[in-house]
């Protein structure tokens, strides 16, 4: 009787032992909280940098590839999207297109846009564009079902 007691709970016991959704702490890990891992990391490392640092480019200026890398990395900032101010035609209807990638197109001639950046904003003009035929598409649905008795 008692072995088949201690089975049941720990049939019941097995995966989760708390309650699906629920969290022991809501509030969430603190903010700025560290792991105990990357304290201890830091802890060792502390003073070195400079040392650690200038082996990285000793061994960068040898030619191992993995410093090298890690070198670089440093030094260039990753690329990030630049901002265009580019003035566009509002797109009120699907006639709209010709005039939006008019100017898009002019923006690359003038060299404001680079192609890729023209190819990448005329991908967002199609979904605006499919966006307005899908809404023009409901509208007319909407009157032609009131309409049917």
């Known amino acids: 009787m008692f072995a088949d007691d201690f089975l049941q709970k720990q049939q019941k016991q097995r995966g989760r032992p708390f309650e699906k959704g629920r969290s022991v702490n809501p509030a969430g890990r603190r903010r700025g909280s560290r792991n105990h891992s990357t304290q201890a990391a830091q802890l060792l490392l502390e003073g070195e940098a400079e040392a650690l640092t200038r082996k990285a ?62 190819a990448e904003l005329a991908k967002v003009v199609e979904t605006c564009i499919r966006s307005i035929e899908t809404r023009d598409f409901d509208s007319r649905l909407r009157v032609l079902e009131n309409a049917t008795p």
């Open 57 to 118: 480019v000793e061994l960068a200026l040898c030619g191992d590839p993995v410093a090298l890398r890690l070198c670089l990395e440093r030094l260039i900032a990753p690329h990030r999207e630049r901002l265009v101010p580019l003035a566009l035609p509002r797109m009120r209807n699907p006639a709209d297109l010709a005039s939006v990638m008019e100017a898009i197109t002019a923006a690359v001639a003038r060299g404001v846009l680079a192609p890729g950046e023209a």
